[in-house]
């Protein structure tokens, strides 16, 4: 998931304000300007916010130091709920761009500074634990994210795609394809670009695991083809380097008997 805790806010014409300099590419205008409000109205949790605008310009960087610097200043003031706030922000980044080790601790980390843990939490870090191998884990914390998700919440779409990835490990591929094509049309009528293309990553993965490489290719175009519309390259890239490797691997399916 991208990060997307929003605190309360300053009026909407500020945050209009603030958007038209970061679209403008006046980054440190910007940052300025947010740092200036938050310092004044000794609510530190507004650079959250700016961080999260930042994220979703591909200025990650950035997003990270406001993060940091949240971090930073709520322990010192031993505001634990918006310190937890940055964590899961930052959790939330490196999840993204696959460095399940640091999302995990971070992760990890939001949950300490919690006086509870929601479904949202134990969801991703089933990912995280999916991501490390760890298939029991993984399907103990969806099992707990599924039962406390309301039946209204957003979180559906995510586990549906969690069940899909969960439901190739425990070896029924076809199942996982069925709940990964449900997470990937609700992903898509939401217009959340990033997380079909991940659903569809995911899938190549099973047909993959089928032996269906052409099935896999058209799943790895078209996830790149969403990764390029939501304007994230790192996942534009890793999307061509499995339709590389999965080039190799129809090569040898060719070639080899025992694939055929």
Known sequence: MSPSFLPAEPSQDFWD???????AGRWTDAA??????AQQSARVEWRLTLGTLLYERGQRHLAVREWTDVIEAAQANGDWPVSAAAHHNLAAMYRDIGDYRLARMFQQRALSLQADCGSEELLQLSNDALAAGRWELAESLYQSAAQLAEEDSPLLTDLMATRGILAGFEGEPQAGLRWLQ??????VDADNRLHAGKDLLNAAALFEQLHRFGWARICLELA???FDAAGDL???????????RLEGLRRVAEFDPTWN
């Open 234 to 244: 790192n996942w534009v890239q890793t999307a061509s380097q499995s339709l590389a």
């Open 32 to 37: 300025v300007t947010v740092r200036a409000v």
């Open 182 to 187: 449900q997470a990937y049309h609700e992903h």
């Open 17 to 23: 304000a603030v958007e038209d300099l970061l679209d």
């Open 224 to 226: 790149r083809e969403h």
